[in-house]
């Protein structure tokens, strides 16, 4: 059985930088997934923007159908947002990171990959 790595980021006015963010993830999480068989899925969480933020969500949604995308009904902040995600989530892992890219995807396969192999695992 595979086992699922699920990425959660919250997003407060970050439309002009989602599309950059989501491509550099993809691209990461692809490259893992062919070593190590690790599926994913990626959960943004839009908490309550007030720029294109969501319309941006939405549209990389349409392209890229391992993303789903949550809408908080007003800016509850970041722990609410985080919460949202974790409760969306449906991976085996969880990893949390910043969608203004301040967190490098390119740290995830030292964390995805020593899971993938069973190092850190319950089991």
């Known amino acids: 059985m595979e086992s699922t790595l699920s990425v959660i980021a919250p ?7 989602l599309g950059a963010f989501v491509t550099d993830l993809i ?4 490259q893992l997934r062919a070593e190590t068989r ?4 990626i ?3 839009d908490d309550g923007s007030t720029d294109d933020t969501w319309a941006a969500m939405r549209a990389l949604a349409q392209r890229y159908p391992r993303l789903r995308c949550l ?6 902040g970041k722990d609410a947002a985080l919460s949202a995600g974790l409760e969306a989530a449906r991976g085996d892992v969880v990893i949390t990171m910043d969608s ?12 995805g990959g020593a899971l993938a ?7």
């Open 43 to 45: 959960i943004l969480v």
């Open 71 to 76: 809408r908080l009904s007003r800016n509850f």
């Open 11 to 17: 997003a407060y006015c970050e439309g002009a930088c």
């Open 100 to 111: 203004d890219m301040q967190h490098p995807a390119t740290l995830i396969p030292q964390i």
């Open 38 to 41: 690790l599926g994913y899925e």
């Open 27 to 30: 691209a990461v999480l692809d």
């Open 117 to 123: 192999y069973g190092h850190g695992g319950r089991h």
